[in-house]
């Protein structure tokens, strides 16, 4: 269900041409995580965490990540340490240029935890999000959104709930959660994680055999 809010005065109901959506809306982001030895047993590491969350409100003008190409320097530190340094300049100079509005930062999910919440803001003119996570440990493995729209065909979304593939951020040659660094002779692309199955469970980004997803990012309007 979209979410508009009504223009005009007296209690009786104004015209459709006169109803118009917020400039800016507010959002709550649920990181959730099913991630456990029972539901992703290969190679289950003990430490198993997600690092802290960090992205951007933005426009069409910037892509930050995609599937198919190649790792920015910022992604990479996200999805081999958790570290979210280089990826933030990236943002920043989005917005310095115009294509970007928000930077988003967060907490990550420990490993005793099992989620961990994010609030922002958005504007009609920057209505995309992206955001990422460190799957951790491993090689060079995240989870997240790029690109997402929150205000379609004139209105904010309400709530929606995406459930997130691991990607492979082709950064490093590593093939399970605790391999060492393995720097490739040459980067490859994003792609979704797949492995052999004694190293772990994923194929195409999800479970190979219960098709189970990793996490999930549920973004519910609140204002």
Request: proline fraction near 4%; charge should be negative; charged fraction near 15%.
């Amino acid at each position: 269900m979209l979410s508009v809010i009504a223009c005009g005065g007296g209690g009786s109901t104004p015209p459709a041409d006169e109803f118009i959506a917020d400039e800016q809306a507010s959002y709550l982001v649920t990181f959730k995580t099913v991630w456990d030895a029972e539901s992703f047993p290969t190679n289950y590491p003990d430490n198993r965490h997600f690092s802290g969350l960090i992205g951007a409100t933005h426009n069409e003008q910037v892509i930050f990540w995609e599937l198919g190409q190649y790792s920015t320097l910022g992604i990479e530190e996200v999805a081999e340490t958790g570290g979210r340094g280089i990826f933030e300049e990236e943002i920043d100079t989005a917005i310095d240029s115009g294509y970007a509005e928000f930077l988003l930062y967060g907490g990550g999910i420990s490993s005793d935890t099992s989620e961990v919440t994010l609030e922002f803001t958005v504007s009609q003119n920057n209505s995309l999000v992206t955001l990422v996570s460190m799957v951790a440990p491993s090689p060079d493995w995240f989870v997240g959104v790029q690109n997402y729209p929150l205000f379609i065909n004139g209105d904010w979304i309400t709530e929606v709930t995406l459930v997130l593939p691991v990607y492979d951020a082709g950064t490093d040659s590593g093939v399970s959660y605790t391999s060492p660094n393995s720097e490739p002779i040459q980067h490859d692309t994003i792609t979704l994680l797949s492995s052999d199955s004694l190293d772990s469970d994923f194929e195409a980004g999800i479970h190979r055999s219960s098709g189970a997803h990793l996490a999930t990012f549920t973004i519910k309007r609140t204002q």
